[in-house]
């Protein structure tokens, strides 16, 4: 557009010069005001153009703002021999949860070790998924590597907790591993699904409390491996379970909630918007889980 503006620029002044010596200086007055006009219509025609050029961006556009809309990625969601390999990861900690919250110690130690060996396959997806060096990619990869870290040091604690048996280190580090993973699930687009609703209060405010079924969280306050359901705030209505309570913040725990599309979204929320669900309930479907012999990376 720039150019093109320059070349018309030039050939009205070199119009105009020409003008200049061929037509009597009477009329030369007639022919500025003509040139003055039409410097005016190209003007405001490269203006539409370059307003028109701005807005045929729709693929960046709709991507720019599903990335808002999931808190991450930026991508609709990913399938693929990679992705489904990251996605299969989410078994392991379902296994380690289930075999951590039985104690059974002899089986917890070995997950370090499996889970590490998971380390180059989190390295190939984030490079191979934002391979460019575009700000967008760029910002993507650093916050993937981030939780990849942040997952790992919890790894690692969770190897000294299991070493000393101390199930509440262990607890909290697995908390933080389920955490950091679910977060590299959704900047990564590995979520199975995409949910648009922001809030589910509203669809509670014409419902008392006293309708739903749960104990008093102030009088008997959700522990770790209690079946839980979020009395409040924009996940009110769901149901999980509490997989840990941090020690330096005790308000707060974290709920693994029930499946939903293949997936188990991991909340750090406040304790006393979380109570224990009362009455008859099935176990948490950790607990279903047939036990094998301790798992080796699947390529």
Request: with cysteine; charged share 25%; hydrophobic share 40%.
């Amino acid at each position: 557009v720039a150019t093109m503006k320059f070349v018309i620029s030039f050939f009205l002044v070199f119009s105009s010069t020409c003008f200049a010596f061929q037509v009597p200086k009477q009329q030369q007055k007639n022919v500025v005001n003509r040139r003055k006009l039409l410097q005016g219509i190209i003007s405001s025609t490269t203006t539409a153009i370059v307003a028109i050029q701005q807005q045929q961006q729709p693929a960046w556009s709709v991507e720019k703002d599903f990335s808002k809309l999931i808190g991450g990625g930026g991508s609709l969601p990913r399938s693929g021999g990679l992705a489904n390999k990251v996605r299969r990861v989410t078994t392991v900690m379902d296994e380690l949860q289930r075999d951590l919250m039985q104690e059974r110690w002899d089986l917890v130690q070995a997950y370090p070790a499996v889970l590490r060996s998971y380390v180059p396959l989190f390295t190939t997806f984030t490079d191979s998924a934002y391979p460019s060096q575009e700000p967008k990619d760029t910002g993507l990869r650093v916050a993937l590597r981030y939780e990849v870290g942040r997952l790992f040091a919890s790894v690692e604690r969770l190897d000294q907790a299991t070493r000393r048996q101390a199930l509440n280190e262990a607890f909290v580090a697995y908390s933080d591993m389920s955490l950091h993973f679910d977060r590299y699930l959704h900047v990564g687009g590995l979520y199975t699904y995409y949910d648009a609703v922001v809030s589910l209060e509203p669809y509670y405010k014409d419902i008392p409390d006293t309708d739903l079924v749960f104990a008093d969280p102030k009088k008997d306050p959700a522990l770790v491996r209690d079946l839980v359901v979020v009395i409040k705030g924009p996940d009110k209505g769901k149901t999980g379970i509490v997989i840990g309570i941090y020690p330096d913040k005790a308000s707060n725990c974290v709920v693994k909630f029930d499946k939903y599309k293949g997936m188990r979204e991991i909340r750090e929320l406040p304790r006393a918007w979380v109570a224990k669900r009362v009455g008859e309930q099935d176990p948490d479907e950790v607990f279903l889980i047939p036990r094998k012999q301790p798992r080796e990376m699947k390529t």
